[in-house]
């Protein structure tokens, strides 16, 4: 099978989802009218799903910000920042608002913190149109439970559904996921588990902006190249995928991450894809 045909199939999806303007969950980032109202709105509440985006579903993590106005009475900023107790309590509170109930509302009131010192309480002033990819990831890093991974997925959401407009597309990237890395990885497009590669094998397959097949990969993984049972006859990638199923990297969080036999079986796919 032939990477260059699975990039090609990759890319032809990330156009038409740049095309239609997707979030990240179909059209919208939970399909509830209300709370997809809030994220398009208000940029701080955008930034607090951000936070929200790891270790459980999209939509639930999307959900959070909404959930937590509602727990807490209030979005404000400055509430956020000077009452920490408060929004730990509410995260908390049954049923859980996210699996990270220690870390999580640490970062939300770093965020509230960081926001009302550097940005003037608005976080649309981190992405202001005009600016450079690199400067946007770099300021979302700086973020306390943020990080490149995150901080690439929110530059492409918001050049791709939000339409902000940036410098240096080029220089943008698909995220470390777990869902992207399988697919790059099954496809035959990237032979080793490390950021470098998959970077490398993004920019080689759309040198002008590689960041749009980030929501192309995540979804392909999702809906299609599951960790188990994957569905290939109806994938996008179609026949042109190497279809290594046997490659299942795990989550960077995992406590399987960096168990040697894992790294072992996906160092193997290099050797394999030159047989």
């Keep these: 099978m032939s990477s260059a045909r699975v990039a090609a199939s990759l890319l032809e999806f990330g156009r038409e989802l740049a095309e ?3 979030a990240q969950v179909g059209d919208g980032f939970t399909g ?3 709370i997809d109202a809030l994220l398009e709105t208000q940029p701080n509440a955008f930034l607090l799903g951000v936070l929200f985006t790891q270790g459980i579903p999209a939509e639930r993590a999307w959900a959070g910000p909404y959930n937590l106005g509602q727990r807490l009475g209030t979005l404000d900023i ?14 908390q509170r049954a049923p859980m608002l996210h699996r990270f109930k220690e870390t999580l ?25 005009g600016s450079h990819v690199i400067e946007v990831t770099e300021r979302l890093s700086a973020f306390d439970g943020i990080g490149r991974k995150k901080a690439v997925m929110t530059v492409e959401i918001l050049s ?40 490398r094998a993004a920019a080689a397959a759309c040198p002008d902006e590689p960041g749009m097949l980030d929501l192309a990969a995540w979804l392909v993984g999702r809906d299609w190249c599951r960790p ?14 190497a279809r290594r199923i046997h490659l299942t990297p795990v989550g960077v969080g995992s406590r399987t991450a960096h168990d040697p036999r894992n790294q072992a079986l996906l160092r193997g796919a290099e050797d394999e894809s030159r047989e």
């Design 20 to 22: 239609s303007g997707a």
């Design 32 to 34: 509830d009218a209300r």
């Design 78 to 91: 400055g509430f956020l920042s000077s009452n920490p107790d408060a929004v730990r309590r509410a995260v």
């Design 105 to 129: 509302p640490r970062w939300i009131s770093a965020a509230a913190t960081r926001l009302l010192a550097d940005y003037e309480g608005d976080a649309a002033r981190i992405w202001p149109t």
């Design 160 to 199: 791709r559904h939000f339409g902000v407009e940036f410098e240096g597309r080029e220089c943008g990237q698909v995220a470390y996921d777990v869902q992207v890395r399988r697919v790059f990885l099954r496809s035959g497009m990237a032979d080793v588990d490390s950021i470098e590669t998959i970077e």
């Design 228 to 241: 188990k049972r994957p569905r290939c006859d109806g994938c996008r990638l179609g026949e042109a995928c």
